[in-house]
């Protein structure tokens, strides 16, 4: 037996026992072996008991399948016999129910996904230290080897033929590397074999894990309802520093009717700087660009809905992406990275930098919702205020006054610096209402002048009277009796003239009446 195959069954434990220095060493090497696979099992058993218990605390079962909001049947039935405000208060708290719900599924899933890969890269960097050690103990030996042959070679001990000790350090190197665990097409270099490893590690993981399959799929509704951006959460992280760049990404939830219509879209950018309108009682100056498909279009938060989205729009959402060439549905991929987005953003704590950013942009909203009278106030206390600071030598809160100075007396000149055709309008104005108020002067003076001298020419005009009082007399009451009696006479006169033949049968009538005596004897 040569000397290269004593030392390797040396190290292999099956050495003489006058030759037994390595012995202890491989002895150790398989205890520490033994050890590591023991910590191993121990490590595999805590592992699993811990995701027992998670299983046990995110159970996979919907606490309100139907619909997303009702157990089944009956308790809608149940619910829909109630009043409004006593259903919308339980449906609102199984709202808040059903989120804590998926966060803390989302979390137990993603506990169990990083445990299994923590276990995975544990194993294997325990198996590369191992085999690596092992590797580098066999080099050593092999060197300790070739010395002694150089020795003996030097020392006359034995013909020295190079051929055969190229053959033999051959078989040995491939008796090393086979005994460290590594191939033929392996290389020493520490770097590829670490890369090697880590890759064969990572695919090792997907394969466990069972995550792999899902993560390049198709979001469905529920993955969706995870980045869905509701009004009041938006309302409520605003003025954050990393709100322009966490919520582009996530879904809304869009009124685009008057009778409660609603559409699923996707918001693409947060836009600042628009026209003012109030939001949640204060003024807000923050627009969105959301698309739908191919249609793009910029809305104001208060368009948003705060309720899930439902499955008639979450199908009619598909189909209209069907037909877009630009857009299509996320990947569960992509919904768990915007969810860990969100996530940090919503649990980051805020440092006092972030609070002083976030009342400065309050403050500059604020100036909207005052009238004329109240910036002009807040300008001169600010004026104030900074000439204290000038005779304190305070300079930073010299520089803070002088900014918001500055800022409030830009949003004055801006008013100021109107366009060229409204000045024209503001002139023309002005020169209606004086010429109004000309007219209206000569109109009364005209009044006043026709009133003094009783000089109409309006016929139109309401003219002045003079009020005549008529008072009765005593003669005159006596008198009365007299009056009535005359009255009386006339009225007979008059119906006897009425009722005479003359008015009967004419001049004829009369004539005959007539008895004239001519004086004739016969």
Request: aromatic share 6%.
């Amino acid at each position: 037996m040569s000397d290269s195959d004593d030392d390797l069954l040396e190290l292999a434990g099956m050495g003489s026992d006058e030759e037994s220095d390595y012995e202890p060493k491989a002895a150790s090497g398989r205890r520490g072996l033994k050890r590591t696979i023991d910590d191993d099992e121990e490590s595999d058993n805590d592992e699993d008991v811990d995701d027992e218990d998670i299983e046990e605390l995110n159970p996979d079962d919907d606490p309100y399948p139907l619909e997303g909001k009702y157990k089944d049947e009956a308790d809608k039935a149940a619910l829909s016999n109630m009043d409004e405000v006593t259903r919308e208060s339980i449906l609102y708290e199984r709202i808040q129910e059903k989120d804590k719900f998926r966060e803390r599924r989302f979390l137990a899933l993603r506990a169990k996904q990083s445990k299994a890969e923590s276990k995975s890269i544990q194993k294997g960097s325990s198996s590369k230290k191992l085999r690596t050690s092992k590797l580098s103990e066999l080099k050593r030996q092999r060197e300790r080897k070739t010395n002694r042959d150089d020795k003996r070679r030097r020392g006359g001990e034995y013909d020295y033929d190079e051929d055969e000790h190229e053959e033999d350090e051959e078989e040995d190197d491939d008796d090393l590397r086979e005994l460290a665990g590594l191939g033929e097409d392996d290389e020493d270099d520490e770097d590829g074999y670490y890369s090697d490893e880590y890759e064969s590690t990572k695919k090792a993981t997907k394969s466990r894990s069972g995550f792999d399959q899902s993560l390049y799929q198709d979001a469905t509704l529920r993955d969706l309802e995870k980045i869905r951006s509701a009004r009041k959460l938006l309302e409520k992280f605003l003025y954050r520093s990393e709100f322009d760049r966490c919520i582009p990404g996530t879904y809304i939830r869009v009124s685009v009717g008057e009778r409660g219509q609603y559409r699923m879209a996707l918001i693409e950018e947060v836009k600042r700087g628009g026209r003012p309108y109030t939001l949640a009682g204060k003024p807000c100056n923050t627009y969105l660009k959301a698309s739908q498909g191919d249609s793009k279009q910029i809305i104001n938060i208060l368009c948003l809905s705060n309720d899930p989205f439902t499955e008639e729009e979450f199908q009619r959402y598909k189909n209209v992406l069907e037909k877009s060439d630009d857009q299509r549905l996320p990947t569960v991929h992509d919904v768990n990275e915007k969810l860990n987005e969100l996530t940090s953003m919503a649990s980051r704590k805020l440092t006092d930098d972030d609070i002083n950013k976030m009342v400065a942009r309050k403050e500059e909203l604020s100036v909207y919702s005052m009238n004329t009278a109240a910036r002009v106030k807040k300008l001169g206390r600010l004026r104030e205020e900074l000439q204290v600071a000038i005779e304190q030598g305070d300079e930073k809160l010299i520089k803070s006054l002088q900014k918001q100075i500055d800022e409030l007396s830009e949003f004055f000149q801006a008013h100021k610096n109107t366009s060229k055709l409204e000045q024209i309008n503001i002139r023309n104005q002005k020169s209606n209402h004086e010429f109004i108020r000309k007219a209206e002067k000569k109109l009364v003076e005209t009044k006043r002048k026709q009133l003094q001298n009783n000089d109409f020419s309006d016929p139109f005009s309401r003219l002045r009277t003079n009020p005549k009082v008529f008072y009765k007399s005593v003669d005159v009451v006596d008198d009365a009796p007299k009056t009535e009696e005359k009255e009386i006479d006339e009225n007979e006169e008059k119906i006897k003239l009425k009722n005479s033949i003359f008015r009967k049968e004419g001049i004829d009538a009369l004539i005959k009446t007539i008895d004239i005596d001519l004086g004739f004897n016969i």
